[in-house]
T-cell receptor, first 115, second 111 residues
Framework: DAGVIQSPRHEVTEMGQEVTLRCKPI?????LFWYRQTMMRGLELLIY????????DSGMPEDRFSAKMPNASFSTLKIQPSEPRDSAVYFC?????????????FGPGTRLTVL | LAKTTQPISMDSYEGQEVNITCSHN???????ITWYQQFPSQGPRFIIQ???TKVTNEVASLFIPADRKSSTLSLPRVSLSDTAVYYC????????????FGAGTRLFVKA
């Protein structure tokens, strides 16, 4: 298996622009997680899905952030409009059963820079 | 919400055993304790997971006391390549499937 795939690996954009991050989870995994990592706040869970349905989005910082999972093999995290404080590394992870007892497999991350 | 507390950083030398302790006073009855390792520019990687007592795999050992309010990750004979950030992870104390990463411990292994 190729593991969790994220694209793009790096994204540089200007403030106010729309940014879309993409994730392909491991085939057969029914949980998908989006995380954000910064030096100041560490690794934060933004939202997670179970069987393509958003279960908990309480970590999404603002209405500017939205996430979708149209099918079992694809998810997007969108920021519109982007701001410099959104600069971070965004990780996608997937899990077979559930977060508490099962291993989460992380993708390589997308490094986002908003100028 | 269950939170974890770990030392911010630790230094060690090659060949030594390293023990990293994590406090999780509000761990829920059904929650497991999971440790991840993260190298620069990579996503976290699973190391070990346990519920109580001791768990050992080819990479590390995990010691959990009876009250489960803390856990200790033990890395035997570390090498330079073990330099990384180590996260202690427990389930959400409210019983949901959400997990919360601790601040992590930055381990630096010196030659």
């Amino acid at each position: 298996d190729a593991g969790v795939i994220q694209s793009p690996r790096h994204e540089v954009t200007e403030m106010g622009q729309e940014v879309t991050l993409r994730c392909k989870p491991i085939s057969g995994h029914d949980y998908l997680f989006w995380y954000r990592q910064t030096m100041m706040r560490g690794l934060e869970l933004l939202i997670y899905f179970n069987n393509n349905v958003p279960i908990d989005d309480s970590g999404m910082p603002e209405d500017r952030f939205s996430a979708k999972m149209p099918n079992a093999s694809f998810s997007t995290l969108k920021i519109q409009p982007s701001e410099p404080r959104d600069s971070a590394v965004y990780f996608c992870a997937s899990s077979l059963v559930g977060a508490r007892t099962d291993t989460q497999y992380f993708g390589p991350g997308t490094r986002l820079t908003v100028l | 919400l269950a939170k974890t507390t770990q030392p911010i950083s630790m230094d060690s030398y090659e060949g030594q055993e390293v023990n990293i302790t994590c406090s999780h006073n509000n761990i829920a009855t059904n929650d497991y304790i999971t440790w991840y390792q993260q190298f620069p520019s990579q996503g976290p990687r699973f190391i070990i997971q346990g519920y109580k007592t001791k768990v050992t795999n080819e990479v590390a050992s995990l010691f959990i006391p009876a009250d489960r309010k803390s856990s200790t990750l033990s890395l035997p004979r570390v090498s330079l390549s073990d330099t990384a950030v180590y996260y202690c992870l427990v389930g959400d104390g409210t019983g949901g499937f959400k997990t919360i990463f601790g601040a992590g411990t930055r381990l630096f292994v010196k030659a």
